[in-house]
């Protein structure tokens, strides 16, 4: 929360944490907390699972949250723009010569995106020709299920929120990226060898205290009858595990 902590300070304003998930802690105890130390602007971190709820009394609070793991309460929020930063990845893959594009990740992680992985790699796929791209989405991911499923639909290239994926193709002999390529949809530092979109989660935490900061210096509370949402796009970062195949002798 590098961006959240930067952009409240420039704002003049301090960032403090609360763990909804500290025992004892709930949204009734919480909530008489903030009371107690007169808080009154609240961001919301992303929930660890898809679809959450977070119930709370709301009505004295300018909220907003990051990304799309909370559903209820509706509120503003700042996000990543998945839909975008896919878009971008087929693009940039298509022009580099893969025609086989393959989407592959845990369910939850497309549920935490309110399903905008699935959505926009399913619109790419439509315009794409008869021929199916490979996607694998499912509740059992593992080693087992990602391998099977690619032995059976070969991909050329594999999109994936978890750069795990590489270390199961080379268990099968697979390599990276001269049999496939693989793009990694949340690059971050732990993988800097990884072709794939940076997420600009620092831009996302600024984008959330700008929302809250400005329902406080305008007297606004409670839930909002028009919940906005801001979009950060991603970005591609140039890696070692895609090829540019039009270039491959």
């Known amino acids: 929360f590098d961006g959240a902590n930067k952009r409240a300070n420039e704002l003049g304003y301090k960032?403090?944490?609360?763990?909804?998930?500290?025992?004892?802690?709930?949204?009734?105890?919480?909530?008489?907390?903030?009371?107690?130390?007169?808080?009154?602007?609240?961001?919301?971190?992303?929930?660890?699972?898809?679809?959450?709820?977070?119930?709370?009394?709301?009505?004295?609070?300018a909220v907003a949250t990051i990304n799309f793991s909370v559903v209820r309460p509706n509120l503003h929020r700042a996000a990543h723009?998945?839909?975008?930063s896919l878009s971008l990845a087929v693009r940039r893959l298509l022009k580099m010569g893969y025609t086989r594009i393959?989407?592959?990740?845990?369910?939850?992680?497309?549920?935490?995106a309110d399903h905008n992985w699935a959505a926009s790699f399913l619109f790419h796929e439509e315009h794409k020709g008869d021929q199916k791209w490979p996607k694998l989405v499912t509740e059992s991911w593992d080693e087992g299920a990602f391998c099977d499923w690619y032995k059976l639909r070969r991909p050329e290239v594999v999109m994936s929120t978890d750069p795990e994926v590489m270390r199961w193709l080379a268990r099968i002999g697979v390599r990276v990226p001269e049999d496939v390529g693989f793009l990694n949809l949340e690059w971050g530092e732990g993988h800097p060898e990884c072709t794939g979109i940076r997420q600009?989660?620092?831009?996302?935490?600024?984008?959330?205290?700008?929302?809250?900061?400005?329902?406080?210096?305008?007297?606004?509370?409670?839930?909002?009858?028009?919940?906005?949402?801001?979009?950060?796009?991603?970005?591609?970062?140039?890696?070692?595990?895609v090829l540019d195949r039009n270039s491959a002798v």
């Open 15 to 61: 960032l403090e944490e609360f763990w909804l998930k500290e025992p004892g802690m709930n949204g009734d105890r919480l909530g008489k907390i903030l009371w107690t130390r007169s808080v009154d602007g609240v961001i919301l971190a992303p929930l660890p699972r898809g679809r959450g709820h977070v119930h709370m009394k709301w009505d004295r609070l």
């Open 200 to 241: 600009n989660a620092r831009l996302v935490g600024a984008a959330a205290v700008d929302l809250v900061v400005a329902q406080l210096e305008h007297n606004q509370r409670g839930l909002p009858a028009h919940p906005k949402t801001v979009l950060i796009g991603g970005e591609w970062v140039e890696g070692r595990t």
């Open 81 to 84: 723009h998945q839909m975008q």
């Open 102 to 112: 393959g989407l592959a990740m845990p369910t939850e992680s497309d549920a935490r």
